[in-house]
């Protein structure tokens, strides 16, 4: 079983507060993506990456930077959180041949 | 780009009855399409994979079923249990090389006893 792991689960800063959000894979996967979650919008892409130093940029970029370090390590950076990214955030990878993705468990931001 | 539309968004029906989720897309060279549950509190997981060459796939209790003429996708859960009170979500595999996932907005299924 594909394992990706978030960190922190939960995180609470407030408005103009810099928050770096983790991602590890250990499946030796090549892509890997973060998503936002919320209701009324379900799953939006923010950026992904197909290796290590690459970053792409997704559908709702925005106030969001990102960066792979290694093949493993994903980050999401939001330098001057804002109330709107108040969101469930979720990374995910996928093998570059295969096209299912695994998710990580998520992690739930607050920006007051 | 593609487009993924998902209904219902909300779903309720006894245990023992059935549960139908339709998603439509826009791609006609969508290839790849995906359902996954996500039980309250949790992470995303993969509930079937299925190829656009392939029409039928039956797991444990549900049936998916592609219409490519129509652009359609469905999960039929058959019997439903309080355990399938979860939110499904459909997505579909875009064409090129980077093959982004375009979810659908969800369906929130609760299972009555």
């Known amino acids: 079983e594909a394992a990706v792991t978030q960190s922190p689960r939960n995180k609470v800063t407030v408005t103009g507060g810099n928050v770096t959000l983790s991602c590890r894979q250990t499946?030796?996967?090549?892509?890997m993506y973060w998503y936002r979650q919320d209701t009324g919008h379900g799953l939006r892409l923010i950026h992904y990456?197909?290796?290590?130093?690459?970053?792409q940029i997704g559908d709702v970029p925005d106030g969001y930077k990102a960066t792979r370090t290694t093949q493993e390590d994903f980050f999401l950076l939001l330098e001057l959180a804002s109330p709107s990214q108040t969101s469930l955030y979720f990374c995910a990878s996928r093998l570059g041949s295969q096209n299912t993705l695994y998710f990580g468990a998520g992690t739930r931001l607050s920006v007051l | 780009g593609e487009q993924v539309e998902q209904r219902p968004p909300h779903l309720s029906v006894r245990e023992g009855d059935s549960a139908v989720i339709t998603c439509t897309y826009t791609?006609?060279?969508?290839?790849?399409f995906f359902w996954y549950k996500q039980e309250p509190g949790a992470s995303l997981q993969l509930l079937m994979k299925v190829f656009s060459s392939t029409e039928i796939n039956e797991g444990q209790g549900f049936t998916v079923l592609l219409n490519k003429k129509d652009k359609r996708l469905s999960l039929n859960l058959t019997a439903a249990h309080p355990g399938d009170s979860a939110a499904y979500f459909c997505?579909?595999?875009?064409?090129?090389?980077?093959?982004?996932?375009?979810f659908g907005l969800g369906t929130t299924l609760q299972v009555q006893p």
């Open positions: 990456s197909y290796g290590a130093g690459n970053l």
């Open positions: 997505a579909v595999s875009s064409t090129g090389n980077t093959r982004k996932l375009i």
């Open positions: 499946n030796s996967h090549n892509y």
């Open positions: 791609d006609p060279n969508s290839y790849y």
